[in-house]
């Protein structure tokens, strides 16, 4: 309950923006098609099918670079490991400047058609920006406040937990909100190795010209972006409070 008293009123006005203007433009583009090919291909069923497709796409991988890169990014902050640090990350960095698209051409020979080629590659464009607000955020840690933790007695693990992170996680955050809104963004491309999402409307209404198709897959994507940076950013607010 403590966490729901410190949203704001102005932190669901957004939310319930999205929400309200997705559900109106969807309505009057199945009520309003402009021919028979919209009417046929934009039905209900196709979109709640897209949407929910998109989101696991996004929140599976999201959730596989956050497991992946925050204890990585400690490892990597640890005395014994620093050497490690930049030959880590470097390699990190080659992975992100690969296309997503030849990602995907890479790896669907061995994963095979379908969401688990879409989520591997989501999941390598998660890891940079998570990886390096990890490590920014912990070395950002006064020396001088981990050095009062040992004195007052506190292990390794407990200053981790109860001084390191806790300082850290509003950059932690900042990169986790920024990996969200990639995927979010790179999970269209799913579509074409057939894992769906709102990629599949998107590619459908560039194919057969139709404007409401692919702009109600855009704005879809769009607004989901919206959603999900303003709630981890919400979320960040109450963690760190």
């Not at 490590?135 to 200053?159: E, Q, R, W, Y």
Request: glycine share 8%.
């Amino acid at each position: 309950m403590t966490a729901f008293k410190r949203l704001r009123w102005t932190d669901i006005v957004l939310p319930v923006v999205v929400v309200v203007v997705a559900f109106v433009y969807g309505i009057y583009i199945i009520r309003n098609p402009v021919d028979n090919m919209v009417k046929n291909y934009l039905t209900v069923n196709l979109i709640t099918i897209s949407l929910r497709r998109h989101f696991y796409l996004i929140i599976i991988s999201s959730l596989m670079a956050i497991a992946t890169s925050v204890p990585l990014g400690i490892i990597l902050t640890r005395q014994a490991f620093r050497k490690l640090t930049p030959f880590v990350v470097g390699l990190v960095n080659i992975c992100q400047t690969i296309p997503s698209l030849a990602v995907i051409a890479l790896f669907v020979g061995v994963l095979g058609i379908g969401s688990r080629t879409a989520i591997f590659a989501l999941w390598i464009y998660s890891l940079l920006p998570i990886l390096n607000n990890t490590i920014a955020g912990l070395n950002s840690v006064d020396p001088a406040i981990i050095d009062s933790a040992h004195g007052m007695g506190m292990t390794k693990l407990k200053i981790l937990g109860n001084v390191e992170l806790p300082l850290a996680m509003p950059v932690i955050m900042a990169g986790i909100r920024t990996a969200v809104v990639i995927n979010v963004a790179t999970a269209v491309i799913a579509a074409y190795v057939g894992a769906g999402g709102l990629g599949d409307i998107i590619i459908a209404g560039k194919n057969i010209n139709r404007w409401q198709a692919w702009s109600l897959g855009a704005m879809y994507a769009t607004g989901i972006a919206l959603l999900l940076d303003h709630i981890l950013g919400v979320t960040e607010r109450i963690l760190t409070e």
